[in-house]
């Protein structure tokens, strides 16, 4: 089993994101401010004492740019300005300042690899077909039948192209028809979109997470997509072609050692991709000479079923897959699919959120996870995601990861006192308020945790070395110099005996160690670190 050891000496001020844990924050569904019954950046500022209580590192913030607001912000009509639902460019700066002055780092999303349809550029490009911004699109001409160019499939499972009857010609949209996609190819738009970067990073902005990089470089002249063998009917309709021709083209890697160049002109900053694929895939995104991203994505445990071999293997695969030098990360949850404690089963998100923040390299916790929150149930008539609505009753909503923060009793959980724009729900250890003043509470055990991993050097930069997995019980060892810490997830429901020697530093259940220090009784679904004496 590989086993990677990585020296303190090595970690920098600059390499803050090493250690750190990066919290997602959706701001449609985190605090309102204006009473409009949707989140903002106002609204944001005024909770950061809650995440700085809850020790993370830095906030990311999925996007708040300028937007007709189609696919919820991701369909960016000006990229250097802040959408009025969200605020105002002051109210950005006022948010960067109040993050930084307590210690925290702010990441943006960037959305590259298309615009809305509604942006000046595109507006102009569909005008005519020698408008100067055209070739800033991709562009083709009808099959003879008057088909689209190609049978490629949207990710909301549509075509990918969608005719545009003033220029008489198709457009490409890797996603909604809202969102054409941007020529990278052309050199004006890698100019103006890396300049956007500057602009932001200038403002104070620590990192950038970057959106669907994967599709950023879709070579539409290489023709159809084959057909996957392994879809069938009741698949998500986008995954019906393998899609060969669109993701992961040579030039997109070169787009992103562009950006990589303007962030290291910023000292401090990161890079982090939106890199689904399967590893061989993801770990190119590091780039030969670790001239990409700091942080690729790792996705390998969010659409597996929660078992525990199939974790482990995910987990050895993912540590031998690492190049030799390359700083992996771990996402259990996001805004784009179900919950882990939905997933995972309640009984089981302290095992998850402890897999999460115990794994070698760094963590993304996504809003409400800290609180234990599921997937809400969302009433037909209350549906707002663009996806659902497109293909419905497949379940590839993501509403229900979306639901609005509850913070205290009263209306709306304290989260607006207008309407929110999704119906607010509630997890059963109960909202912050009520969690926050009960040391048994799921986000007590999280904050526990969190500040147990930030004085715990070896839980961070140490090694990882599976030491046992086998009848539901994972053990692996987190290693530094002479200090060694076992991390013990039962996945069953039924106490097992656990042959680790030391003393328990933290439990989220009622573990026990024998008077001699060398034998853990497991308690069942329970999470467990002990150190090594």
Known sequence: MKQQAIETAAHTDNDWWKTGIIYQIYPRSFQDHDGDGIGDLRGIESRLDYLVDLGIDAIWISPIFTSPMADFGYDVSDYRDIDPMFGTLADFDSLVAATHSRGLKLILDFVPSHTSHEHPWFIEARASRQSPKRDWYIWRDAKPDGSPPTNWISEFGRSAWTWDAGSGQYYLNIFLSEQPALNWRNPEVQAEMLDTLRFWYERGVDGFRVDAITHIAPDVDKGDHPPDPQWR???????????????????????????????????????????????????????????????????????????????????????????????????????????IASRAGPAQAAVATTLLLTLRGTPTLYQGDELGME???????????????????????????????????????????????????????????????????????????????????????????????????????????????????????????????????????????????????????????????
């Open 233 to 339: 009917e009741h698949m998500n309709p986008s995954y019906r072609f393998l899609k060969v021709h669109s993701k992961h083209q040579p030039e997109g890697h070169q787009f992103v050692r562009m950006m990589r160049r303007v962030t290291d002109a910023f000292p401090g900053r990161v890079l982090i991709g939106e890199t689904d694929g399967d590893l061989p895939a993801v770990m190119a995104y590091y780039g030969k000479d670790f001239d990409a991203f700091q942080l690729p994505f790792n996705f390998s445990l969010l659409d597996i079923p929660w078992s525990m071999a199939e974790i482990v293997d995910r987990v050895e695969a993912y540590e031998a897959a690492l190049p030799e030098g390359a700083w992996g990360n771990w996402v259990l949850g996001n805004h784009d699919c179900a919950r």
């Open 375 to 533: 997937s809400a149930s969302i009433p037909p008539e209350a549906v707002q995601d663009p996806w659902e609505k497109q293909v419905p009753g497949l379940g590839l909503g993501r509403d229900p990861a979306r639901t609005p923060m509850p913070w205290t009793q009263g209306p709306n959980r304290g989260f607006s006192s207008g309407d929110p724009w999704l119906p607010v729900f509630v997890p059963s250890d109960g909202d912050v308020e009520n969690q926050s003043a009960d040391p048994a509470s799921f986000l007590s055990f999280v904050r526990s945790l969190i500040a147990l991993r930030r004085e715990t050097p070896a839980l961070t930069l140490g090694s990882y070395q599976t030491v046992l997995a086998e009848d539901g019980v994972y053990v692996f060892a987190r290693t530094l110099g002479g200090t060694r810490y076992h991390v013990c997830l039962n996945f069953t429901a039924d106490p097992k005996a656990c042959p680790v020697a030391g003393r328990i530093v933290l439990a989220a259940g009622q573990s026990t160690m024998d008077d001699a220090g060398q034998s853990l009784a497991l308690a069942a679904n329970d999470a467990v670190i002990v150190q090594a004496v």
